[in-house]
């Protein structure tokens, strides 16, 4: 079977002769007189007397006749073209509304004004303007006389051609030469026109058969035609189970563009997205390509994009690529668990995270499912996570925040096994414990993080954000971006912050009197910006939104400092009391 697939660009309205089955002639007398006449012949047409008073009775059938009188009086008002008296009635109605109202208000003016402005009464109105000026569509020309009657079951379809995309890939039987109907896409045209099929047998576009056309060739005759396109096809076997509308919603974990997909059947075919971008999936029939549109988008014809099957084998076939970039150059990550308020002197670059925690390339990131959740007011709040690359503003926005709220936010206090001083108390700079309760907990894996400084363990534990949580407050933690999926569980429900440096120019702009810890310095003393800093700052945003952009849940820039922290606010305000996408598992605990 040849596979190739391609979209026909045509199309949009259509009307269709079936001209399977007896041939019929115009009739010389009308279906009501048909009727009538019918029950004097069973006699001699039908032996089997339960048969006739059966036909007799359905032939009463009072219903039967008002049908055949309304499908007569229809035929009549297509016949003779019946003209509008108007085609604005809507603003008609409304400029009564307007008068009437100018007069005095008696029971009968008001009775009318109320049956104008009722909502059936103004789409009914709204309907017949569109009838009238026939806004609806363009005139079909007539079918074609010379259709084969000898044909069984050929139909023949007539569709406009519009801007819109028939959205429908057909595909050539190598050995027979048949082209078929590959697959419909949901809410496309040809969808919508509910009279192609998948499976359907093309036979002839315009009158040009097609059996021994490849399908660029058919395309070409599309691309020629002008206005109606008829299509003449032998209905294929294949049922299709009725369109209901799949409700799931995958989060995209990867950036896809169809115009770069050499695999892809039909590029046009094919819904570009970017990583986190929200897809309902409409269709997983195929095994390799299902069909999805983007969340929110009303009109909707939807796309084709790689199934997770496929996705997953596609990225196990690049692994050996994904593995080189495990030993690109490391970047300088952010050094976490600093309490920001007091601690300015622990230093940033204390913290050593081990090699192979930077990258994590064990799962495959295709698909995730995900369903909206809204926080109900009994509920913990979700973990505020923040995430970025050393010196981009994290401690600076995440102070911001405890100040403009401090009974609403608040951060974990960090573990240490260094000597507590005088001036500290336990629980407040940090919880002191001793170095070997410290290596109990990390190997019970109680630390999100934790590092070496000088002989000492520096570490944030999971129980110091539930302690946060169990308040009632936000949690704000900012951490290393690898941390993410450990946290992202039930639990925690974390939303995931991404600070982004703005572009160099800007740092050097806005960061002209900043002073940051740079990991690299030991001695610990906050010291301006280098280009360098800038242009690390810069590089490792890029890595981290490459390797871990699949989770983040909102990017901020950080250029102008208020109007990040505006934004940080407004977000984690919507955050609290908008319904968001999570994964699925996380609704069913
Ligand atoms: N938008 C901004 N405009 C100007 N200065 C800024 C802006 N954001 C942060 N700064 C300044 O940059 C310096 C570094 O910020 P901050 O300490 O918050 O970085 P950080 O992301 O927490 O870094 P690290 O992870 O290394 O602790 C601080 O002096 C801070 O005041």
């Given at each position: 079977m040849n596979t190739t697939h391609l979209?026909?660009?045509?199309?949009?309205?259509?009307?269709?002769?079936?001209?399977?089955?007896?041939?019929?002639?115009?009739?010389?007398?009308?279906?009501?007189?048909?009727?009538?006449?019918?029950?004097?012949?069973?006699?001699?047409?039908?032996?089997?007397?339960?048969?006739?008073?059966?036909?007799?009775?359905?032939?009463?059938?009072?219903?039967?006749?008002?049908?055949?009188?309304?499908?007569?009086?229809?035929?009549?008002?297509?016949?003779?073209?019946?003209?509008?008296?108007?085609?604005?009635?809507?603003?008609?109605?409304?400029?009564?509304?307007?008068?009437?109202?100018?007069?005095?208000?008696?029971?009968?003016?008001?009775?009318?004004?109320?049956?104008?402005?009722?909502?059936?009464?103004?789409?009914?109105?709204?309907?017949?303007?569109?009838?009238?000026?026939?806004?609806?569509?363009?005139?079909?020309?007539?079918?074609?006389?010379?259709?084969?009657?000898?044909?069984?079951?050929?139909?023949?379809?007539?569709?406009v051609k519009s801007k819109e995309p028939l959205g429908a890939t057909i595909k050539r039987d190598e050995h027979t030469g048949a082209v078929t109907i590959a697959r419909i896409l949901r809410g496309g045209a040809a969808d919508r026109s509910g009279l192609i099929h998948v499976g359907d047998e093309l036979k002839e576009v315009n009158g040009i058969p097609v059996d021994d056309k490849q399908p660029e060739d058919i395309i070409h005759i599309l691309a020629q035609s002008q206005g109606a396109i008829t299509f003449k096809v032998v209905p294929g076997m294949q049922q299709e189970s009725p369109a209901k509308e799949p409700k799931m919603y995958v989060r995209a974990l990867f950036d896809y563009n169809p115009e770069e997909d050499k695999a892809i059947p039909c590029k046009e075919a094919g819904l570009a997205f970017r990583k986190g971008d929200i897809l309902q999936v409409m269709c997983q029939d195929d095994v390799t390509w299902w069909q999805a549109k983007h969340d929110g988008h009303t009109s909707g014809r939807a796309g084709l994009i790689p199934s997770k099957h496929f996705q997953e084998s596609v990225l196990q076939l690049s692994f050996s690529l994904i593995v080189s970039l495990l030993f690109s150059p490391p970047a300088s990550f952010r050094r976490s668990f600093r309490l920001s308020r007091r601690d300015r002197k622990t230093n940033k670059s204390m913290y050593e995270c081990k090699k192979s925690d930077r990258y994590d390339t064990a799962d495959v990131a295709t698909y995730e499912e995900v369903t909206t959740y809204r926080r109900a007011p009994t509920e913990k709040h979700r973990l505020v996570l923040l995430v970025g690359p050393t010196g981009v503003g994290l401690n600076e926005l995440k102070k911001k925040l405890l100040i403009s709220d401090p009974q609403h936010?608040?951060?974990?206090?960090?573990?240490?096994?260094?000597?507590?001083?005088?001036?500290?108390?336990?629980?407040?700079?940090?919880?002191?414990?001793?170095?070997?309760?410290?290596?109990?907990?990390?190997?019970?894996?109680?630390?999100?993080?934790?590092?070496?400084?000088?002989?000492?363990?520096?570490?944030?534990?999971?129980?110091?954000?539930?302690?946060?949580?169990?308040?009632?407050?936000?949690?704000?933690?900012?951490?290393?971006?690898?941390?993410?999926?450990?946290?992202?569980?039930?639990?925690?429900?974390?939303?995931?912050?991404?600070?982004?440096?703005?572009?160099?120019?800007?740092?050097?702009?806005?960061?002209?009197?900043?002073?940051?810890?740079?990991?690299?310095?030991?001695?610990?003393?906050?010291?301006?910006?280098?280009?360098?800093?800038?242009?690390?700052?810069?590089?490792?945003?890029?890595?981290?939104?490459?390797?871990?952009?699949?989770?983040?849940?909102?990017?901020?820039?950080?250029?102008?400092?208020?109007?990040?922290?505006?934004?940080?606010?407004?977000?984690?305000?919507?955050?609290?009391?908008?319904?968001?996408?999570?994964?699925?598992?996380?609704?069913?605990?």
């Open positions: 979209l026909l660009s045509a199309n949009s309205r259509h009307h269709s002769n079936d001209t399977s089955g007896n041939c019929s002639t115009i009739p010389a007398m009308s279906l009501y007189e048909l009727l009538s006449v019918l029950p004097s012949q069973l006699q001699t047409h039908v032996d089997s007397a339960d048969d006739r008073t059966f036909l007799h009775a359905m032939f009463r059938e009072r219903s039967l006749h008002s049908l055949i009188k309304i499908h007569e009086r229809l035929q009549q008002y297509e016949e003779c073209c019946p003209t509008p008296v108007l085609d604005r009635a809507t603003s008609l109605a409304q400029g009564v509304s307007r008068e009437l109202q100018a007069t005095s208000l008696n029971a009968e003016v008001k009775e009318l004004l109320k049956l104008l402005s009722n909502p059936y009464m103004e789409s009914l109105l709204s309907v017949h303007d569109t009838v009238a000026q026939k806004t609806y569509e363009p005139q079909l020309p007539p079918l074609p006389d010379d259709i084969d009657d000898d044909e069984d079951s050929v139909k023949i379809i007539r569709l936010f608040s951060v974990t206090v960090p573990h240490t096994s260094r000597q507590k001083r005088n001036q500290e108390s336990d629980g407040v700079e940090y919880h002191f414990i001793s170095k070997h309760l410290f290596e109990a907990d990390i190997q019970n894996n109680k630390f999100i993080e934790y590092g070496e400084f000088k002989g000492n363990y520096y570490g944030t534990s999971l129980d110091s954000i539930r302690s946060v949580l169990a308040k009632n407050k936000v949690c704000l933690l900012d951490v290393q971006p690898h941390t993410l999926k450990h946290l992202r569980t039930v639990e925690f429900k974390p939303y995931v912050v991404f600070l982004k440096p703005p572009p160099v120019e800007h740092l050097r702009e806005t960061r002209k009197n900043a002073k940051f810890l740079s990991g690299k310095d030991d001695k610990g003393s906050a010291k301006p910006f280098t280009e360098e800093d800038f242009m690390e700052m810069i590089n490792t945003a890029q890595q981290m939104e490459n390797q871990y952009g699949h989770l983040f849940d909102k990017v901020i820039v950080n250029d102008d400092l208020s109007a990040a922290f505006s934004a940080l606010k407004v977000t984690l305000r919507k955050v609290e009391l908008e319904a968001q996408w999570v994964p699925v598992g996380w609704t069913h605990s």
